[in-house]
């Protein structure tokens, strides 16, 4: 039995970039194991899985080409926009149930807005803000004026770290050996660098995530990530918005330029109480997957967080 799985790239820029994901629907036929042989053939990062929810409007799982994993934004993004352009959704505000609870996408167009939680902040010790610095290859001159590089949680936690100079972050080789080490002691997924500089007309920052930790050197979008960012810039950098446009993707090595908004929503005290990451996925190609399960295929799928 064959299996078409539509591949559709979220937060795309216009019509061009973004980061794919494979969306698989009516999953509920397919046991853990042909889940986990679907996602391993289709290869990329993520692929999601949509079944039937008594909870929300649809469950969704997340497999990796290796193993489950509790959350996944640009593989939401992309579930939701697809299923938005084909129809299939009853209403603008929508649920997802996943194994890390229930969250609310809301719909404006082709467009899906994931939440996300009030940020935590923390700040680096001098060891691990040495070590983050020397992972990157650059030192506290590189640093924009007053941004405390930080770690920022509003579900999963990553170091935010701002550079002044956009040819910079462009430029960086990072290790990924020391940003992997430094991401196990602290519970990272990994590093979120941005710069306000070089940026494209009407974008707030541009940024570069990297994830060795979860097997990941680079990504092109992550909505995950530019959430805590959006959070860090308000908060700790006093730029008083509720909306803020980060670009990804531009500086990678092979360009695959995104867009991700990010809404906030601030309470009578003037802190984020939540908020919303979104985009825009398009459908790149449809491939073929054979679900029939495989002798050698593992039979217990761990679970971890992710973006």
């Not at 807005?113 to 030192?139: C, H, K, V, W």
């Amino acid at each position: 039995m064959k299996v078409e799985v539509p591949i559709i790239s979220a937060f795309v820029d216009g019509d061009s970039g973004g980061n794919p994901a494979g969306v698989v629907l009516n999953a509920d036929q397919f046991s853990a194991e042909q889940k986990q042989k679907i996602a391993a053939a289709v290869g990329l990062s993520e692929t999601a899985f949509v079944s039937a929810s008594e909870l929300a409007d649809i469950k969704l799982e997340f497999f990796t080409p290796t193993q489950q994993i509790a959350h996944c934004g640009h593989a939401t993004i992309a579930t939701f926009s697809f299923m938005q352009q084909k129809g299939l959704l009853a209403h603008n505000q929508s649920s997802k149930e996943t194994i890390d609870g229930l969250r609310s996408v809301n719909m404006e167009d082709e467009a899906a807005y994931m939440e996300q939680r009030a940020p935590r902040f923390e700040a680096l010790d001098e060891n691990d803000l040495q070590t983050a610095l020397m992972s990157l290859g650059i030192t506290t001159d590189d640093l924009i004026e007053g941004a405390e590089p930080m770690l920022v949680n509003t579900g999963n936690s990553f170091v935010v770290i701002g550079i002044r100079d956009g040819q910079t972050v462009k430029g960086l080789e990072p290790d990924f050996g020391l940003i992997e080490k430094l991401s196990e002691a602290l519970d990272l997924v990994g590093f979120y660098v941005f710069s306000f500089d070089s940026v494209g007309n009407g974008r707030d920052a541009g940024a570069r995530m990297f994830a060795p930790r979860y097997g990941i050197l680079e990504e092109s979008a992550t909505g995950m990530a530019a959430g805590p960012l959006a959070c860090y810039l308000r908060e700790q950098l006093a730029i008083q918005k509720q909306e803020f446009t980060i670009e990804q993707g531009r500086w990678m090595a092979a360009p695959s330029p995104s867009v991700i908004n990010v809404r906030l929503t601030i309470g009578t005290d003037n802190r984020i109480k939540n908020l919303f990451a979104g985009g825009r996925g398009a459908i790149r190609e449809v491939i073929e997957v054979d679900v029939n399960p495989s002798p050698d295929l593992m039979c217990c799928i761990p679970q971890s967080n992710f973006f």
